[in-house]
């Protein structure tokens, strides 16, 4: 299934998308994709309802993030290799994997596929990241690697935004450069983790002002998802609707050169294969 957040910030109502790319009000039936309403029962339930009997929603309706109340949001750094996923100077496996380092980004950084992105002042260095994310939908601590697939809801797009001015020259902390208000759009869909057999072979790749500049793919992920739950499981107990943003391959901005950053009037476009496209203008807040 394919699952949105529909209407305005603030009051979006769930639903999904059908076969012809509609919208189907769920409202009647749930109250919102987060937290419990994640559960594996309630997905099963949604899964076997008469998609054609729902109710169709206007098109050209808002599209929220596809996961309300986020309550935490975790990102993994460096979790991509440049080039082919096998290194030819490692191929007895010798040579370690460097550590998986996490941060967070503030929930408040959450909004929709389509919103525009506003530039904070002081920040001339805003980057662009395409991601795989994970929606979290059952609590788990210290979860199994041969489980973790167990403990998710669904998958979805995430643009993890990146103030490099913050994080290269100030003091370096991830959060402080991550979770400005619009930095973390989710969706346009949460897709179900059935209709994504394989997550670690997905094509992935952004568009600046129509030009590609960035696109790899799953299948260079150093740490695998399962190996990614059940790693953050350690550190914190996951909750239905926590999100895990996987990484991004090369081609940001900031490894460019010369370095190309995001400035009001852009527009961003990224994508990955099964999950949908996001688009969003580049705005700048009022001085």
Known sequence: MKLVRYGPYGGEKPGLIDDEK????????????????????????LSKLEVDMLPRIEDNVRL?????????????????????????????????????????????????????????KGEDQPDWEVELAIVIGRRGSHIRQDQALDYIAGYCICND???????????????????????????PWLVTVDEIPNPHNLEMWVE????????????SMLYTIPEIISYVSRYMALEPGDVITTGSPQGSGHEMEPQVYLKKGDRVKLSIDGLGAQEQKILAWID
């Not at 191929?91 to 530039?119: E, Y």
């Open 208 to 219: 600046l002002n129509g030009k590609r500049l960035q696109k790899g793919s799953t299948s």
């Open 64 to 120: 929220g993030a596809c996961v309300g109340d986020v309550r935490n949001f975790i990102g993994v750094h460096g979790n991509y290799i440049a080039g082919e996923k096998t290194d030819p100077e490692n191929t007895d496996g010798s040579k370690p994997r460097p550590a998986l380092i996490l941060f967070n980004k503030a929930p408040s950084c959450v909004v929709g596929a389509q919103d525009p992105i506003m530039l904070p």
């Open 161 to 187: 935004i990146t103030g490099r001015k913050e994080l290269e020259e100030g003091s370096g902390q991830f959060i402080k450069a991550k979770s400005a208000p619009t930095f973390g759009p989710l969706g």
């Open 22 to 45: 509609n919208i189907r009000d769920l409202s009647h039936l749930i109250g919102d994709f987060s937290g419990m309403s994640l559960s594996a029962d309630t997905l099963d339930m």
